[in-house]
């Protein structure tokens, strides 16, 4: 079992980077038109071109992230400001306190999924 998953990943491995490198050449291809379509969107002022083809338009995206986190800390707390936090569990503290306490902290569930992973024989 060991030998043809190992021969079956090796192959796969191979696939992968014969259809990244594909990929890469269609991903560079349309981030050239990306660019080109941002470039008539600015020049002509519009938001949006509607096409017989399709329709191109920008989009924001916004993402943030902490820049320091006792000065972020202490706004939340200070302004009781919990709206910008997320609701998830550091799971690392929870092992932590597994292992001291021998249970779980009140209101927190874990599921551990057991995988199985192969490796190659080493070299000798």
Do not use: C, W
């Amino acid at each position: 079992m060991a030998a043809k998953y190992i021969a079956l990943r090796d192959i796969h491995e191979k696939y992968k980077k014969e259809f990244d490198a594909k990929l890469g050449k269609i991903n560079s291809a349309m981030e050239n038109i990306e660019t080109e379509a941002m470039t008539f969107l600015n020049q002509t002022g519009q938001e949006s071109a509607k096409t017989e083809s399709g329709t191109f338009f920008k989009k924001t995206t916004t993402s943030a992230k902490v820049a320091d986190r006792d000065v972020f800390m202490h706004f939340v707390m200070e302004n009781e400001a919990i709206n910008f936090l997320e609701n998830r569990v550091n799971k690392t503290a929870v092992e932590e306190y597994i292992a001291e306490h021998g249970s779980l902290p009140p209101g927190v569930d874990v599921t551990r999924m057991t995988t199985i992973g192969f490796n190659r024989p080493k070299a000798r």
